[in-house]
């Protein structure tokens, strides 16, 4: 095998470059995390104002005219439905009428957290692969001696 020598200059360079690359990396990964931490899944199938109500679920509230509403919760008070959301740091109720209302559609628990946790972990994954080779050290030689 051939040693390679290597300057004390050379060395701090090839190692400051490595960690940059690294620390890039890891900052790219991280932002991903975060991105997807707030992704929340809607069930597709519409329900009712009465079912939603019963659960104090996140929903979504979609109007006939396209618009829609996302609410932290639904609640039933004297006989009319108000969808609790937050504006402006306060907790705000809207009433609710069931002639403008197209669909109700329930946060999807299950598919949140899994999207939440599978989805970074693919997309580190596949960063992970596509840049393997950043990671190993460009010189051919098992041993590098140091030179001083």
Not at 9 to 24: A, G, H, P, S
Not at 112 to 140: C, E, M, R
Request: glycine share 4%; net charge positive.
């Amino acid at each position: 095998m051939e040693n390679i020598y290597i300057g004390y200059e050379t060395l701090t360079t090839l190692i400051m470059k490595t960690i940059k690359q690294q620390t890039c990396l890891s900052v790219i990964l991280l932002s991903i995390l975060i991105l997807f931490q707030s992704c929340t899944v809607y069930r597709s199938k519409s329900s009712t104002l009465e079912q939603v109500s019963n659960t104090a679920i996140k929903s979504k509230v979609e109007t006939h005219n396209g618009v829609s509403i996302k609410f932290k919760y639904i609640v039933v008070e004297n006989g009319n439905y108000y969808g609790v959301r937050k504006v402006k740091g306060k907790m705000e109720k809207m009433k609710l009428s069931e002639d403008y209302i197209k669909s109700v559609k329930q946060k999807d628990k299950t598919m949140s957290t899994v999207l939440t946790i599978a989805l970074p972990v693919a997309i580190i994954a596949a960063v992970g692969l596509i840049f393997q080779d950043a990671f190993k050290w460009k010189h051919g030689a098992s041993k590098v001696e140091w030179n001083f």
